[in-house]
């Protein structure tokens, strides 16, 4: 057997092992959004219900487009699946690149995947119960008299699930600022420095990602800047647990 046919044999047995994962990806999404379609209108009114409660009492949600009260439930469907199946598809990721890591690797990799996961569901949590009552109370109070709101339901889908991903990646605040330490990037005193920075930066994405209102534009900026805190505390613990550890075997 020549080189190059060992070479190719262990490259066309990690596509054959990527492959299978995707597979098993795909599959768990599809199970999951076959099992939730038969709910697929009950979980968009579960969605809607932010914006329902500060409706005016003969106002409703409508329809533009004709196919719109059928297939925007299913893209709805679709993603609640994708992000159930979170843990199936982080599941397969970690199984396929954990070979090739060092044991200080994994034990460094595992967790943040799993506290990334929850900080990003913690997100969408907050944009549901605290951003979205504040936000719609304020938009629909606004509205100039004369003028009924009635949104249209694919275009709140979209919002809502705009704030959702701004909120979730919002909330990896954190899991950034340990990554940047841990990989030597910066150092906690570095990153503090950039406090300022970050503040500013905060404000500046919370226009970007939100209605153009100071309540919701606030709602995301506050959290930045939190959690920032908090990514900056828990990566000065890591820095000082890494050199307990080097003193310990030195």
Known sequence: MSENDEVEQPFISHLIELRNRLLRVVLSVLVVFLAMTPFANEIYNFLAQPLMHFLPENSSMVAIDVVSPFLTPFKLVLVAAIFISVP????????????????????????????????????????????FPLVFGFLTSAAPEGVT??????????????????????????????????????????????????????????????????????????????????????????????????????
């Open 88 to 131: 199936i598809i982080l599941y397969q990721f970690w199984a396929f690149v954990a070979p090739g890591l060092y044991s200080h690797e994994k034990r460094m990799i595992a967790p943040l995947l799993v506290a990334s996961t929850l900080l990003f569901a913690l997100g969408m949590v907050f944009a549901y119960f605290v951003v």
């Open 149 to 250: 709101v009635m949104t249209d339901i694919a275009k709140y889908l979209d919002f809502v699930l705009t704030m959702f991903f701004a909120f979730g990646m919002a909330f990896e605040v954190p899991i950034v600022t340990i990554v940047l330490v841990w990989a030597g990037i910066m150092t906690p005193q570095q990153l503090a420095d950039k406090r300022p920075y970050v503040i500013v930066g905060a404000f500046v994405i919370g226009m970007f990602l939100t209605p153009p209102d100071a309540i919701s534009q606030t709602l995301l900026a506050v959290p930045i800047w939190l959690l920032f805190e908090a990514g900056l505390l828990f990566s000065r613990l890591f820095v000082r647990k890494g050199k307990r550890k080097r003193i310990a075997k030195g």
